[in-house]
Each structure stands twice: as C-alpha cells, then as structure tokens.
C-alpha cells in the first residue's frame, strides 16, 4: 500500500498560518491534492486535533496527529502520535514547558481553537511561537516515552533547523530526518546512505499543501504508527516536489 503523505501541515491555531487553515479546510484541500494522509502538527500544541480527526474522517483521509515542537536552541521537530488523545497528552506535558508569555493577536496572530464544522471554540491565551525550555536532545526521548514517532523537522532551513541553529546532527536525532525542497542533492548526498529522509510541504496556507509531500510504501501493514515506523525505517520513502 503506497500512500501519498503529507505529515507537516498547520492550522489557524499556529500563530504563523493563515486563518483559512482550518481542519475541515485542509482536509479539503488535502483530498483534492491528491493526498492519502495528512498530519496536523501545530506549533507546540494539539488543541486543534480533534477537530482535524473528525474532518479528516468526513474527508476519507487517513491521519496522524502531532505538534512541531520548538526545543530551547529553536530548532523545530516533529512530535507524531496514532490518535488525537495521545498527541493532546503530549501537547498538555509540553504546555508546562512553555514561557507564560501571553499572546498578543493585534502583533502575532490569532490562536484560535475550532470544531470541524469551524466553530470558534476558543482562544488559546499563551503564545504558542515560543521556544520550550527543554534540550534538543532530550526532545526524541520524551516523544517516544509518550509513545510517539520523533524527527527533526527541515533541518537543512537556516532559521529553526537542527543544522543551522546548532551546526551538527546529534546523534539523538535517530533514523528519520526531514529535508526542504532547496537542498536536496546536498541532503540527500550528506545523510540519504544513512538516514531515511522525508519532505512535508509545512503547509501555512491551503494552496501550499502537498506541494512536497513524500510516497510511502507501507506493504501490506494496516495504517497505524507502528506501521509508518516500519516503513520509514525500511527506508520505503520517496521525497515528491509538484513545485520548485
């Protein structure tokens, strides 16, 4: 079973997206781009994932659900879980981790919480653009205590990659990494022979989704976590670019 994924997308409740990112919206989009499953990873919460699972039931798309933590160096990674319940565990334990700084909306967007049907259910008060206080490398440990799947997200973008804001790979990065689109003979040359390399589009805005996204080859598994675990280390990922 090969599905076409697309496992870094944002919604209105990240800071930085568009507010015509909501989940019934981006499973919208996602179908009619073509895309088999989708993952919701928020900046650092999943308060929007039950509303992302339920849309993308009505969609017919299968879904993971997660977070893009940002670790004290800011460099951003991916947090996936199986189920809503499981990343909004997560998101709960990273919220203690996270600066009491209150958002500003006027300044830095609004956070808005919402159902499938796009009804605003909250605002979420504590700006969620900032930087947690826990250390890159303990970051992949947490994640998998929780019973989730960990990678570095972009790692080749100078600004909130691992490489750019720390200048190496630690070895605490494991076996997944994820590349953009600008840099993929470098990448691929550099970390390919030993690493399995993923593209998400990062979707901030609708007609950015799946605009890179990544073929996975799932054999014969049911989808599930563990089974996306399998075939990522199987290396049975192919990056897909519809755009330069």
Not at 15 to 23: E, I, R, T, V, Y
Not at 130 to 158: C, M, Q
Not at 181 to 188: D, E, K, L
Not at 205 to 218: E, N
Request: glycine fraction near 6%; hydrophobic fraction near 40%.
């Amino acid at each position: 079973m090969k599905l076409r994924c697309d496992f870094h997308l944002h919604s209105c409740l990240s800071p930085c997206a568009d507010l015509g990112m909501s989940p019934s919206a981006i499973a919208e989009a996602a179908r009619a781009a073509g895309l088999d499953a989708v993952a919701l990873t928020d900046h650092n919460t999943a308060r929007n994932t039950p509303a992302f699972a339920e849309a993308c039931r009505r969609a017919g798309l299968r879904a993971f659900y997660g977070l893009e933590v940002s670790t004290v160096e800011e460099v951003h990674c991916i947090a996936l879980f199986g189920t809503p319940d499981a990343a909004l565990a997560f998101g709960a334990t990273l919220y203690d981790r996270l600066p009491d700084f209150p958002n500003i909306p006027e300044k830095l967007g609004d956070q808005p919480v919402v159902d499938a049907d796009e009804n605003i259910l909250d605002f979420e008060p504590r700006y969620l653009g900032s930087s947690t206080d826990i250390p890159y490398t303990e970051l992949p440990a947490l994640v998998e205590a929780a019973g989730g799947l960990f990678w570095p997200a972009h790692i080749d973008r100078p600004a909130s990659g691992v490489l750019g804001q720390l200048g190496t790979l630690p070895p605490e990065s494991g076996p997944i990494l994820e590349i953009t689109r600008h840099n993929v003979a470098s990448m691929t040359a550099a970390y390919g022979p030993t690493h399995t390399l993923l593209t998400s589009s990062d979707a901030h805005f609708l007609p950015d989704i799946a605009s890179t996204h990544t073929l996975i080859d799932f054999g014969d598994s049911p989808f599930s976590l563990p089974a996306l675990r399998s075939a990522l280390l199987r290396r049975s990922a192919t990056p897909v670019f519809h755009r330069p």
